[in-house]
């Protein structure tokens, strides 16, 4: 018994000295010294720097024809009443009748908002809230791009949040950022572009007309519990729809990759639960920013010559929800803070792939018209992340490649997708001036401040001057 309590005595001894200890040597146990044990700096670490992230992200089924799968995972889940959200195109298509044929064949009870808006507003938004809750959905299915998706979002978080209305939990400056009392109602997510990756994130994009810019909800329970990529959802896509949704998974991958890292963020949150969706740059984001751009390097340009090419379209398929599940995590910066004023604003351009009837610049395409000026501006604050950026999309960089070197082969590769695929060259052709600027400007400087994670400080003017230099850009 002696023996036990003497042992016992020693374990409590060593604990407390391991428990005391800075730093570790393990042979060094026994005796009377400092055991010098390795530990995690954890939030004893001086100042007030982040010193941790998380890494979280959606369920993610991939295979050619899942969307038939759809039915068996709302009926185990109990649900009652699901609502299906999306466009009056797309529910024209294989990807809305597939998840029809699948809720039918196993009884789940159903309805259908079809009128999503491309590039939703505030007023669209509220017009699918006003749905949900009047027909009582108890969980949700988003079939579409971006807008049907974010739009799902919206509906689902306030339908489980009754008290509250849209303006409450969308970002400072525009709303109130109210953290959400109650987690979104369950939503499963089926992508019919290769593009936004809102079937990963924890975010939803919505037009503010009367701010002139947009703007967001972003919130970790904002997340789908399913995605369901399936690459025969994408065939059908214009080729200018595949164009624009490619420069978003393009940007997402970019910015992702090259903003602040997660121990540069300050101020560190008090409690776990606090800290941001957008952490900051981190090896877990970086491992899918970086698979990203390599199937871009490889499969863009495939993808968009041959529609036919279902390789090369399943591929930038998991290039979206790859980036997506990235800048979910690491945040974004220069390139979406500058597009929401560019999309809100710009009501002279008509594309032919969109709403004939209807002006609109598409998000991809206003999101890589700052692209070549934001990268040519940031590259010098971290001239080895955007080597390697511009090296994983097939740039040849050398090792003693100087910044300027960097920051041009970067815009070089940008700009060489614009230029093959035809698109709009920058802002002049999309009705803007050098009139138009100061107002962009002013909308991108509020933007920003949800977008805090840029290398570079800006201000206003220098925020003009990247809208100035995208007027034209190849």
């Known amino acids: 018994m002696s023996s036990i309590r003497s042992k016992g005595a020693v374990a409590r001894n ?16 026994y005796g009377n010294g400092p055991i010098c044990v390795s530990r995690p700096v954890g939030n004893s670490t001086v100042g007030n720097t982040e010193y941790a ?6 369920t993610l089924r991939y295979g050619r024809g899942v969307t038939a799968e759809i039915g068996y995972d709302l009926s185990n889940m109990g649900v009652r009443n699901t609502l299906v959200v999306t466009d009056k195109n797309v529910a024209k298509s294989r990807a809305f009748k597939e998840v029809a044929d699948s809720l039918t064949r196993q009884r789940v009870p159903f309805s259908v908002f079809d009128e999503t808006k491309v590039e939703p507003s505030d007023k669209s938004m509220m017009e699918a809230i006003a749905f949900a809750r009047n027909v009582g959905a108890d969980s949700f299915v988003g079939v579409g791009g971006g807008s049907a998706i974010d739009t799902a979002k919206a509906a689902a978080l306030l339908c489980a949040n009754t008290g509250f209305e849209l303006m409450d939990f969308v970002l400072a400056p525009f709303g109130k950022q109210m953290t959400p009392p109650s987690p979104m109602l369950p939503l499963i997510a089926v992508p019919t572009t290769a593009g936004t990756g809102s079937e990963m994130t924890a975010a939803a994009v919505l037009d503010l007309p009367e701010q002139k810019c947009k703007s967001s909800l972003r919130h970790k329970s904002l997340r789908p519990v399913l995605a369901i990529i399936d690459p025969l959802n994408v065939m059908s896509m214009p080729r200018n729809v595949a164009i624009y949704s490619g420069f978003d998974v393009l940007c997402h991958a970019l910015e992702s990759y090259t903003v602040r890292a997660f121990d540069q963020r300050s101020p560190r949150p008090k409690y776990p639960a606090e800290r941001p969706g957008y952490q900051g740059a981190n090896p877990i984001s970086d491992v899918w920013a970086r698979e990203a751009l390599t199937i871009i390097a490889k499969y863009f340009r495939r993808a968009v010559n041959d529609p036919d ?121 999309m009705g803007f001036t050098r009139d138009d600027v100061d107002k962009l400007a002013e909308s991108a400087e509020q933007s920003l401040r949800s977008y805090n994670l840029c290398l570079m400080d800006t201000d206003k003017d220098t925020i003009a001057a990247l809208y100035e230099q995208s007027l034209s850009i190849y």
């Open 14 to 29: 060593l604990l407390t000295r391991f428990a005391q200890a800075k730093h570790c040597c393990p042979h060094h146990v």
């Open 309 to 429: 090419d279902e390789e090369a379209r399943a591929e930038m398929m998991k290039a979206a929800s790859f980036a997506g599940m990235g800048f979910s995590n690491a945040g974004v910066h220069l390139c979406h803070a500058l597009c929401y004023p560019i999309s809100s604003q710009g009501k002279k351009f008509i594309d032919k792939d969109y709403d004939p009837n209807r002006p609109l610049i598409p998000h991809g395409l206003s999101v890589i018209t700052t692209a070549v000026a934001d990268f040519l501006f940031t590259t010098e604050a971290d001239p080895r992340r955007h080597a390697d950026a511009a090296r994983f999309l097939g740039c040849d960089i050398p090792i003693s490649a100087s910044s300027d070197y960097v920051a041009e082969s970067l815009a070089d590769a940008i700009r060489s997708y614009m230029s093959d695929f035809n698109v709009p060259n920058g802002l002049a052709a």
């Open 53 to 58: 992230y998380e890494f979280t992200a959606a």
